[in-house]
Structures are given as structure tokens and as C-alpha cells.
């Protein structure tokens, strides 16, 4: 494995895929040098992160643990274990699954999550066409979307909706689509770029890129990734409330939910310039691996480099945490389970973690809290109540 070093570093960090962990393990085994090259790589990574301190013994060990519970989801599927969790963990706890690091409690101001639902009328797909007319859709048919006239709009095959492109169009015709928390959703648009939609989220989109129109442009609520088809005559544009991001060809994922503080573009690949809609002078040009970070209070904008998959894990219906506070991370797990989450403990919601967990079952993931928290919970319906 020639690229051990880039996996390793990926496992230390928390975002190793599973397969990249497979290949890992298997690289491990094939000989004994290749675990002291592991536990080096180790004591490299803790001596540049000097806050952290460790055991490479008990790294390589926890490694293998980890493995083999992963390993146990394909003997016992209906096991709570089918949790994938692993981490490089903070404030000593190393790979052990996931782990935390709690924030001193008198120095964080805490407060209570109190989260309103606000969903599709009913559990299903929502396609709003030019005319107003409003068709409902399960996420499981398969159909042909039809206009007023009898025209075919697009399809509707399964988890995803393909245009029908219409050269004949002159003028734009938007549609647009609202997916409910806790569902995914893929769209082909009439010049093959490819959407995947996240959980409450909507795309309003038109039916055909008419070739008159000096940009193609679509709007987005939520979050949603893009893998857009090039044309340098009729650059892409995605408008959120408060940003527009351009493009070319390119793939990147834009979150921009009405209940979030920030908008961010990350760029998987190619390049975009993100800018303000207030504020035109305030833009930013990303390349692979840079994310724009909006906030809507102080109306400002700037760039970090991240790991790309920490932002595009939903598409896989997984989550992913990064030294991330249980307060910043309830909204996705809201939206990823169709829940609404009330905490009133104040441990929880100042505790980092570090992990990936399958989206399968929200009480599987509250019970891998509370076992190393040990708190209580109390779930009626589609509320979630949180216990000191």
C-alpha cells in the first residue's frame, strides 16, 4: 500500500473511509515492520498536535478493536454495534471508537436545544411546477411528471427525478423540488449536471437551459452537491439567500439552511468564486479543498482548507464528527432522522466528538452517547427530550 501514510493520516484525523480502513488492516498484516511504521506515524502525529497525548501500543490495539467490531455489524446486523465508530481521540482516549473531550463547563455558556419541526405536509417528495401545479410523489414510485398540457416534464425513477430537456423552450419555466428531513434525493437537470439533495431541503431549477440566457442559474434552500456538466459560454449559478456561486464544471457542496448561522461552498473539485449578494466587492475564489465560510450576522466571508468528505458524507447517508460539540452538531442529526432534539444536559452539549456513524437508527446513536456520558433520554414520537 503505497499511500499508507495518506490513510493513516486520514485515521488519525477521523476521516478514513471504510474501505481506505479496510486496506489499512490489510496492510497491517502483511508484515510486522509495517506496525512499527504505524505506531511511528502515531507518535508523529501527537508530537505536531502537543495537546494530545497517547500510547502507541494502545493506538495499534484500539486499531484492531475497532476493526473487529466492524467486522461483528455483518454477524449481528440488527446489533446497535452496526454503529461504525472510530476516531483519533482527544484528551487521551486514542481510536477507541469515538471519543470526547469535555469543555469546562464554567467557562462555555450552555443553553437547552430547542429545535421546531418543519417538514413536508406529508413524507414525500414535493414538485412545484411554472403554473403552480403541485404534485406529491413517493420516494419509491416510478412516474412521468406531466404539465397542464400533457408534456413531459421529466422522470421520476426511485430516489432521483431526470429532467426532460425541451429545446423548443424560448422562455425559462422553473421547477422546483422539496425533499423532507431524513431523506436523500438525486436530480439530472436538462444539461446533465447532477444535484444530490440533502435532507429538508428544495431546488428550484428550469425545466431547460435555454441557449439565450447568459447563465444558468438555479436556487437552493438547504444543502445540496453539484456536479456540473461545463459550458464556458453559460457559467452555473447556484443562488442562496445570501450567496451566488459560480462555476464552469466543477463538483462542490453548498450548505445553506435558514436555521444555520453560515452558508459554506466546498469545493471537491475545480474551481468557483463564491460572492456576497449584498456585497459585491466581498468574493472569494476556491480551489480543491478550500471552504467559504458566509456568516449572515457579521455579513462577512472567508476560507479555511478542510477534508472535503467531513461535508459530502450525508451523500453516502452517513455522519461524520471532527472534534465537533454535540451543541453544533445536533441540526444534522435532526435533519439526517427527522427528529426534534430538546438537551437540557449541559455535559452533552459541551462535549466534542470525534466519529462516523451510519444513518440507521437515531436511537442506536443516542445509546453510544449516553453509554459514555450517562445521561437518559426520552423519545415520543418524532420528539427526542434529553435528560440533565
Excluded at 443562488?239 to 444555520?260: C, H, M, P, R, W
Aim: no cysteine; charged share 25%; proline share 2%.
Amino acid at each position: 500500500m503505497d499511500n499508507y501514510l495518506t490513510i493513516i493520516k486520514r485515521y488519525l484525523e477521523g476521516g478514513i473511509s471504510s474501505s481506505d480502513r479496510r486496506a489499512l488492516q490489510q496492510w497491517l498484516s502483511e508484515n510486522p515492520k509495517h506496525e512499527i511504521l504505524f505506531k511511528q506515524e502515531i507518535k508523529k502525529w501527537y508530537a505536531v498536535n502537543e495537546e494530545l497525548s497517547t500510547d502507541s501500543n494502545s493506538a495499534y490495539n484500539h486499531f484492531l478493536q475497532t476493526i473487529n467490531k466492524k467486522e461483528t455489524k455483518v454477524i449481528k446486523p440488527k446489533s446497535w454495534s452496526r454503529i461504525v465508530k472510530y476516531a483519533a481521540v482527544l484528551g487521551g482516549l486514542l481510536l477507541s471508537g469515538y471519543y470526547y473531550t469535555t469543555q469546562s463547563v464554567s467557562s462555555v455558556k450552555t443553553k437547552s436545544i430547542i429545535v421546531e419541526v418543519d417538514t413536508l405536509p406529508i413524507d414525500k417528495i414535493k414538485i412545484v411546477q411554472a403554473d403552480g401545479t403541485v404534485t406529491y410523489t413517493d420516494f419509491n414510485d416510478k412516474a412521468d411528471i406531466v404539465n397542464a398540457s400533457g408534456n413531459l416534464i421529466g422522470k421520476k425513477e426511485q430516489n432521483q427525478f431526470i429532467v426532460q430537456p425541451d429545446a423548443k423552450i424560448t422562455e425559462t419555466k422553473y421547477i422546483e423540488i422539496s425533499i423532507p428531513k431524513g431523506k436523500l434525493f438525486q436530480l439530472t437537470l436538462s444539461d446533465g449536471t447532477k444535484v444530490w439533495l440533502n435532507a429538508a431541503s428544495s431546488l428550484k431549477f428550469p425545466q431547460h437551459f435555454t441557449a439565450t440566457k447568459e447563465n444558468r442559474m438555479v436556487y437552493l434552500k438547504g444543502e445540496a452537491f453539484f456536479d456540473v456538466t461545463k459550458n464556458k459560454k453559460q457559467p452555473f449559478i447556484v443562488k442562496t439567500e445570501t450567496v451566488a456561486i459560480e462555476v464552469l464544471g466543477t463538483q462542490f457542496n453548498v450548505s445553506s439552511y435558514a436555521e444555520d448561522a453560515t452558508v459554506k461552498t466546498t469545493l471537491v473539485e475545480g474551481a468557483v468564486v463564491v460572492n456576497d449578494q449584498n456585497e459585491n466587492t466581498n468574493s472569494l475564489q476556491l480551489i480543491p479543498n478550500d471552504q467559504a465560510i458566509f456568516s449572515k450576522h457579521k455579513k462577512i466571508m472567508h476560507k479555511q482548507k478542510v477534508n472535503t468528505s467531513l461535508y459530502t458524507s450525508w451523500m453516502d447517508k452517513k455522519i461524520i464528527m471532527q472534534n465537533e460539540s454535540f451543541i453544533d452538531a445536533f441540526k444534522r442529526i435532526e435533519r439526517s432522522y427527522d427528529v426534534s432534539i430538546t438537551s437540557h444536559n449541559k455535559t452533552l452539549n459541551n462535549t466534542h466528538f470525534t466519529g462516523e456513524f451510519d444513518v440507521e437508527n437515531i436511537e442506536e446513536i443516542l445509546r453510544t452517547f449516553s453509554e459514555t456520558l450517562k445521561f437518559t433520554y426520552e423519545i415520543k414520537g418524532k420528539n427526542i427530550t434529553i435528560n440533565p
